[in-house]
């Protein structure tokens, strides 16, 4: 059974940074693309971020230039950097995987996805 566990969520005054982390577990052989979706509260749940296991990334235009991917392929790790937070951040963000190496903005395009780690952010 494959399982997706994120951490390193919490709170965060503007401007500050967080650091989650998603390890995958249980999957009998290397996971393709990796990336991150967001839920604020009224929200249904947006793209954010995914990456490729040879390190190819892609943001969604809000994020760009603030959050960094990160990948240990011999961990079945990601990582997301997320510098320059803001209010708008405020969601829960959750891991995705996916077998194949296509890197989707839908969540039709992952197989795999964690519970969700909340992230705040203050003014």
């Known amino acids: 059974q494959v399982q997706l566990v994120e951490s390193g969520g919490g709170s965060a005054q503007s401007g500050g940074s967080l650091r989650l982390s998603c390890a995958a577990s249980?999957?009998?052989?290397?996971?393709?693309?990796m990336g991150w979706f967001r839920q604020a509260p009224g929200s249904g749940r947006g793209w954010v971020a995914s990456?490729?296991?040879?390190?190819?990334?892609f943001y969604t235009k809000s994020v760009e230039g603030r959050f960094s991917l990160s990948r240990d392929n011999t961990k079945d790790t990601v990582y997301l950097q997320m510098d320059n937070l803001n209010p708008a951040d405020t969601a829960i963000y959750y891991c995705?995987?996916?077998?194949?190496?296509?890197?989707?903005?839908?969540?039709?395009?992952?197989?795999?996805w964690g519970q969700g780690t909340q992230v705040t952010v203050s003014a």
């Open positions: 995705t995987a996916s077998t194949d190496n296509y890197c989707g903005e839908s969540s039709v395009s992952y197989d795999y």
């Open positions: 249980g999957y009998p052989g290397s996971l393709g693309c």
């Open positions: 990456i490729r296991p040879e390190g190819a990334s």
